[in-house]
């Protein structure tokens, strides 16, 4: 759904608040949790989204090309997926329960190629309990494809090195991963 579980977002405030990076990409914004979340703790910081379901960005305001307005200053209409690598050279990039929304191996490679442009730090949400989930919408991408587990995040967060700080929750786990350096 393009909402988000309020499960750790006090947590993730605290390492945004923390880091606080000036710029940001946010993968599958939906209705802008993150950007709504984050903006008010640290002004003048550089947000892009990456929203693959044009009807959202109207919907949620994501941004007005009119007038320039909207949560991000950025916006590119597109699959994460085939984005191109300096979208992902931030501060931060946020991967918010978008991840579950694609294939595991799609996933990896996503986060291996955030890694590799040279993100500072990935923020991760995703559900680690059975989360079956259709259309939503008629947008067919809010799917639930990959089911994951807690386990297996922590693995493939570990694999890209760097240094990670986690939270599993009842139904959504949330990781930090911060570059080396």
């Keep these: 759904m393009p909402t988000s579980d309020a499960e750790g977002k006090d947590w993730s405030l605290a390492r945004f608040k923390k880091h606080r990076p ?4 946010d993968i599958g914004p ?16 550089w947000w ?3 929203e693959i379901h044009k ?20 916006l590119h209409i597109e ?12 501060d931060l990039v946020i991967a918010g ?7 595991r191996e799609d996933a990896v490679a996503l986060l291996q190629r955030i890694e590799q442009a040279g993100a500072w730090h990935i923020l991760v949400s995703l559900p680690i309990v059975d989360s079956q989930q259709g259309e939503v919408d008629g947008n067919p ?12 995040m922590d693995q493939v967060l570990a694999q890209l090195g760097g240094r990670v700080e986690k939270m599993h929750g009842r139904t959504l ?9």
């Excluded at 991408?141 to 297996?152: I, N, R, S, T, Y």
């Excluded at 949330?174 to 570059?179: E, G, L, Q």
């Design 55 to 74: 009807p959202y960005v109207a919907k949620y305001k994501l941004k007005n090309t009119k007038t320039r307005t909207g949560m991000y200053d950025e």
């Design 30 to 45: 939906g209705d802008g949790t993150y950007a709504r979340l984050f903006r008010p703790e640290h002004r003048g910081v």
């Design 22 to 25: 000036n710029t940001v990409t």
């Design 141 to 152: 991408h809010e799917a639930h494809v990959h089911q994951w587990d807690a386990k297996d």
């Design 79 to 90: 699959d994460a997926r085939q984005s191109k690598d300096h979208l992902f050279h931030r």
């Design 48 to 50: 892009t989204a990456i």
């Design 173 to 181: 786990g949330v990781w930090w991963w911060s570059r080396r350096g």
């Design 97 to 103: 329960d978008v991840l579950e929304h694609m294939p």
